[in-house]
């Protein structure tokens, strides 16, 4: 046993500190990314904002919403080939917004493969709640082996040694987060996780140096703390929560007590077990919650709100592309950094 005693931050820990701007409007600050990918080679341009591959969020019609913003949507695993094939005759130039999700069993595989001869797609998310484990580094080794030329996003993990060897093994983005979700329990199952701000800082240094790309999951309740999961070095950030509860959103608006509400629930949780494999196996605990949250209507809305927050963020320090947000962030740390007087007031409303 050691112990690590150098303080690890948090989204909540830190603002971003203000500086010297020529910019005149947030109008002129540019959120388009462009990538080239180390193992395949190809370009991607588009605002860098990926919907979870949760079955609440990672849905078609996220897809197409998202889409129509330059932004990004993993689908989640269980989006059957019909489904992608109608999704691919009806609205192609959706498409190139996509990621396939992929678990690491055999079924998983033989899934995939199904998909991506129906349906080749750019882009593959090789999605397990614990990336440290030498199978999963061995069906990475054999994902990448057999889809050469497709783009493989793999994690999760927290720490820059396993962020290199993801990489090594074939992973042109490595998923970012162990524990920091809404509605994730594994950090009180099973007391491992890491302070996303300091994980996404350590890991994207690990993977920018061997010509890689990271992807923030998990942990951003607000456009700021979008930004500043940016501003830490992700590439890519992948949202859940702040995506849940809209239209697009799987699952029907529940009323209770005059209120309108959507269930959410994490995909390691009882609810997610019991709706995809039947029951729950009795090796293992949930590590997820399920929750209620708030009906929110058209995604677009959000959308708009989080693109926004992101160019105001660049705007106070003075970054004219989201590129440079980074180069130019001074993050502060804080020992409290919202006044939540009338909070109690406005989740009343």
Not at 108 to 127: G, N, S, T, W
Request: hydrophobic content about 40%; proline content about 4%; glycine content about 10%.
């Amino acid at each position: 046993m050691r112990i690590e005693y150098d303080v690890k931050l948090d989204f909540r820990d830190v603002l971003i500190r203000p500086k010297r701007s020529v910019l005149k409007t947030r109008a002129d600050v540019s959120l388009d990314r462009e990538f080239q990918f180390k193992h395949t080679q190809t370009i991607w341009h588009g605002v860098p904002v990926i919907a979870a591959n949760m079955d609440h969020t990672g849905t078609i019609n996220m897809a197409k919403a998202l889409s129509e913003h330059g932004l990004l949507t993993a689908l989640d695993k269980f989006i059957t080939v019909e489904d992608w094939k109608k999704l691919a005759t009806s609205s192609p130039d959706v498409l190139p917004s996509c990621f396939v999700s992929v678990g690491i069993s055999d079924a998983d595989f033989a899934r995939l493969d199904e998909v991506m001869k129906e349906v080749p797609l750019p882009f593959i998310c090789l999605d397990v709640a614990n990336g440290y484990t030498e199978r999963f580094v061995s069906y990475l080794e054999k994902l990448r082996e057999h889809y050469p030329k497709t783009v493989i996003m793999a994690g999760n993990v927290v720490t820059g040694e396993m962020v290199e060897e993801l990489i090594l093994s074939g992973a042109d983005i490595v998923k970012i987060g162990i524990g920091p979700g809404s509605v994730c329990t594994t950090r009180e199952k099973t007391g491992v996780g890491y302070p996303q701000l300091s994980a996404i800082i350590e890991c994207a240094d690990a993977a920018h140096g061997l010509g890689g790309q990271v992807c923030a999951d998990g942990g951003c309740t607000t456009p700021g703390d979008v930004a500043k999961a940016f501003a830490a070095g992700a590439d890519f950030v992948m949202l859940g929560g702040m995506f849940a509860g809209h239209d697009e959103c799987l699952g029907e608006v529940i009323e209770e007590k005059g209120k309108k509400y959507k269930r959410f629930y994490g995909m390691s949780s009882k609810e997610a077990m019991e709706r995809h494999h039947g029951s729950m196996a009795d090796y293992r605990s949930s590590e997820g919650r399920s929750v209620n949250v708030p009906y929110r209507g058209p995604v677009k809305n959000t959308i708009l709100d989080i693109l926004g927050g992101i160019r105001s963020t660049c705007t106070y320090v003075g970054a004219h592309r989201l590129k440079e947000l980074s180069k130019r962030t001074t993050f502060i740390r804080v020992a409290r950094q919202l006044n939540e007087v009338f909070v109690p007031f406005d989740v009343q409303k």
